[in-house]
């Protein structure tokens, strides 16, 4: 009998590991296995984003320049004490970004797909109202969310 236990046991564990990691693995959705990770985040719908504040003058100066990518579901959220129309460049990128405009917890505006340049870069982006937020992330990522100006975001700051 428990020869008997012992093989079915053998055969049954196998089994369950595999589903259980199968289901670990592809049960969640993306925006969801991300809604676990610590640290400063934001939510527009069902997306979740691991964000780094940019706070501090420095920090905006320098956004994402010089670096060489930035994960999928990563992004830099510069955050203003006021409410002001805001410029951004590509200055130094060296990938495409979108730019997410946000106005409180709203988005007001997008700019998709925005090519890199150099050290001195000739396009400007502007917001197209005053705003207190702005989010970069890799470009297409909005239209791959189905992101879209009107859209509500939560902020998680810490």
């Not at 259980?20 to 939510?43: H, M």
């Not at 917001?127 to 998680?156: A, H, M, T, W």
Request: glycine share 8%; charged share 25%.
């Amino acid at each position: 009998m428990t020869d008997c236990k012992s093989k079915y046991l053998l055969f049954i564990l196998p089994v369950l590991l595999v589903f259980g990691s199968f289901l670990l693995f592809f049960g969640l959705k993306d925006s969801e296995k991300i809604t676990s990770a610590p640290g400063p985040s934001v939510r527009i719908n069902n997306t979740v984003a691991s964000v780094e504040l940019a706070d501090e003058a420095s920090e905006q100066w320098q956004g994402l320049s010089d670096r060489e990518s930035l994960g999928e579901q990563d992004g830099m959220l510069f955050v203003f004490p006021d409410m002001q129309k805001r410029t951004f460049v590509m200055r130094r990128m060296h990938f495409p970004l979108d730019i997410i405009w946000i106005r409180d917890n709203k988005i007001v505006g997008i700019a998709k797909n925005l090519a890199p340049e150099g050290e001195n870069p000739k396009e400007f982006y502007s917001s197209p109202e005053r705003v207190n937020y702005v989010l970069e992330v890799n470009g297409g990522f909005c239209d791959k969310q189905g992101i879209e100006v009107g859209d509500v975001v939560e902020i998680n700051n810490q």
